[in-house]
């Protein structure tokens, strides 16, 4: 039996995955490519899968509410097993998967080598976007976070090293030399934008076996990471978003939802990424919906280490003053 080739791409918050998912879908479609896409999402608010939708990918499945490496190992085994029992007809030529942020692509190979799966899918690429902005958090410092880190860096086919149009060619040098150390097989690829050349992607090289991750399960669960969830069902003032958004603590490593500006029309798309070091960085970008799609709920997901709910939603909407629409 033909196995199915399974694409994974991994990478930790706000490095580039869903820029380079997109891509992927195009490049695929070029391609002649059927693809089945799963997204997993750390948080029960499916805003990456909405973004896949816009960019037309087939046969969608999303996973939210936990990583698929930890508590919705069940549910990801489940639909790549649905997928990969469809009749030749009905099945896809590559499944694709965006993992979480906070996920351990080593467990997500235990589940996609299962006894199960091991005779119907193959991984066939493993993918790792590195943010080249970021050096501090590649750093390793942080224990909790260092381990999953070196887990997605040491467990990739190819290291896409992004954003390099933002990085001085020093950084840029001390973080090849670094992760070529942690991952001497892997090829590394520069990126602005996520973009590169994907048969690097496409063309098979994995031989998955049920024994290839034993020696490098994570040291840490992903729930050092929290989120929380800030709806805003009201038309905001950008000034205040702005602000609000400008003002995030440090504990909060990535948000990104949908938010409706007063006086603009249609929904924006908001992504920020952030934490420990790092400067936070925002954007607010409109969100075409293709025809028939439903609109996204406006809220925001918080995603960060030891986030205190309460303080963080009191902080961010200024005791109420964001959601002022008066």
Same mark, same amino acid.
């Given at each position: 039996m033909k196995k199915l080739p399974v694409v994974?791409?991994?990478?930790?918050?706000g490095a580039g995955k869903t820029t380079l998912m997109r891509r992927l879908i =195009?490049?695929?479609? $070029?391609? #002649?490519? !059927?693809?089945?896409?799963?997204?997993?999402?750390? #948080?029960?608010?499916? @805003?990456?899968?909405?973004? /896949?939708?816009?960019?037309?990918?087939e046969l969608l499945a999303s996973i939210t509410g936990g990583c698929a490496c930890c508590s919705g190992q069940d549910d990801f085994h489940d639909t790549v097993l649905e997928i990969a029992l469809r009749p030749t007809e009905q099945k896809p030529d590559v499944i694709v998967v965006e993992a979480s942020g906070m996920a351990d692509p080593g467990l997500m190979l235990e589940v996609l080598t299962s006894p199960e799966l091991l005779p119907r899918v193959q991984v066939s690429s493993i993918v790792c976007v590195a943010d080249a902005t970021r050096p501090a958090e590649y750093a390793m410092r942080d224990f909790g976070? *260092? *381990?999953?880190?070196?887990?997605? %860096? =040491? /467990?990739?086919?190819?290291?896409?090293?992004?954003?390099?149009?933002?990085?001085?060619? $020093?950084?840029q040098d001390a973080l090849r030399t670094q992760f070529q150390k942690l991952n001497p097989n892997a090829q590394l690829v520069p990126a602005i934008e996520?973009?590169?050349?994907?048969? &690097?992607?496409?063309?098979?090289?994995? $031989?998955?076996?049920?024994?290839?991750?034993? !020696?490098l399960k994570t040291q840490t669960s992903p729930h050092v990471a929290?989120?929380?969830?800030?709806?805003?069902?009201?038309?905001? $003032?950008?000034?205040r978003l702005e602000?609000?958004?400008?003002? &995030?603590?440090? =504990? @909060?490593w990535r948000a990104k939802g949908f938010v409706r500006v007063r006086g603009e029309?249609?929904? &924006? %798309?908001?992504?920020?990424t952030g934490g420990g070091e790092s400067v936070g960085r925002w954007r607010l970008a409109p969100f075409h919906l293709p025809f028939g799609m439903e609109e996204p709920a406006t809220g925001l997901v918080f995603i960060g280490a030891g986030l205190d709910e309460k303080e963080l939603l009191k902080e961010f909407l200024g005791r109420d003053q964001l959601l002022a629409f008066v």
């Open positions: 994974l791409v991994t990478g930790f918050l =195009q490049d695929g479609h $070029e391609r #002649g490519l !059927k693809l089945c896409v799963i997204v997993n999402e750390f #948080g029960m608010a499916d @805003v990456d899968g909405h973004i /896949l939708k816009e960019a037309d990918a976070v *260092a *381990a999953l880190l070196k887990n997605q %860096l =040491q /467990l990739a086919d190819c290291i896409v090293l992004n954003k390099t149009d933002l990085a001085s060619p $020093e950084i996520a973009q590169f050349d994907y048969s &690097l992607i496409w063309n098979p090289t994995r $031989e998955s076996t049920p024994t290839q991750n034993s !020696k929290h989120t929380v969830f800030c709806p805003l069902p009201h038309p905001v $003032e950008r000034t602000a609000a958004l400008s003002g &995030l603590p440090s =504990q @909060v029309a249609g929904v &924006l %798309l908001v992504q920020y």
